[in-house]
């Protein structure tokens, strides 16, 4: 059975940090992404950071880039989400999601995978 946990999400100020991290198990990271999507309330859920577990290669959204990095340990099974100088439009629930490909996948309908999701709330 494949499992995605999420941890790491909380309440933080704007311009503030903190680091998700998504712990999988039931698969092993060759051919596959990984992403982290959020979803704020009243609004659809996006696509925010993805890498590839083969090559690590990775995909940011625009409104992230600079600011958020991603980022693997294959001996761990573990992916990180990095986020600095957290926004308040940031606030979201954050979810980690796996998809087997070899290719960079950014598109939420194509996961195969899903977390339970963790929330962030950065207060202004």
């Known amino acids: 059975e494949v499992r995605l946990v999420e941890s790491g999400g909380g309440l933080v100020q704007a311009g503030g940090s903190l680091r998700l991290s998504c712990a999988a198990s039931?698969?092993?990271?060759?051919?596959?992404?990984i992403g982290w999507f959020r979803q704020a309330p009243g609004k659809e859920r996006e696509g925010v950071a993805v890498?590839?577990?083969?090559?690590?290669?990775?995909y940011y959204a625009d409104s992230v880039k600079g600011r958020f990095t991603i980022s693997r340990d294959n001996s761990q099974n573990t992916v990180y989400l990095q986020m600095n100088n957290l926004k308040p439009e940031d606030t979201a629930v954050y979810y980690c999601a796996a998809v087997r490909t070899r290719n960079i996948r950014v598109l939420s309908a194509t996961y195969e995978y899903w977390g339970q999701g963790s929330q962030v709330t950065v207060s202004s």
């Open positions: 039931g698969f092993t990271f060759d051919d596959c992404a």
């Open positions: 890498i590839s577990c083969r090559d690590g290669s990775t």
